[in-house]
């Protein structure tokens, strides 16, 4: 099992920058493929980005790609997003997950893929 607590959520201005981070403790890190979710008021959970055990692999929605840099470091049990370029509409609460799951047909951009999630942190952008 593995707890995870996000970190570095605020408010922002458009176009300005935000570091997540997501804390993992419990069970080793590197055994998990982590991503990233988020969830604006009144809509759906939606996949934001995601990463594979060793960090080699990587994944975007199509909103966020070539503004945001997901990646992990597995010595200090961290996962961290970088956006760059914030838009209003990237306003919402951002969680990061954990799925220790060894299947072949994992799918990276499916919430319900993920088994452990962390509390949510805030990220508010104003235009």
């Known amino acids: 099992q593995v707890q995870l607590v996000e970190s570095g959520g605020g408010s922002v201005q458009a176009g300005g920058s935000l570091r997540l981070s997501c804390a993992a403790s419990g069970r080793t890190f590197s055994f998990y493929r982590m991503g990233w979710f988020r969830q604006a008021p009144g809509k759906e959970r939606e996949f934001v980005s995601a990463?594979?055990?060793?960090?080699?692999?990587?994944y975007y929605a199509d909103s966020v790609k070539g503004r945001f840099t997901i990646s992990r470091d597995n010595d200090k049990n961290t996962m961290y997003l970088q956006m760059n370029s914030l838009k209003p509409e990237d306003t919402a609460v951002y969680y990061c997950a954990a799925s220790s799951s060894y299947g072949g047909s994992f799918s990276y951009t499916d919430r319900a893929q993920y088994s452990y999630w962390g509390q949510g942190t805030q990220v508010t952008v104003s235009s």
């Open positions: 990463i594979s055990r060793s960090g080699g692999i990587t």
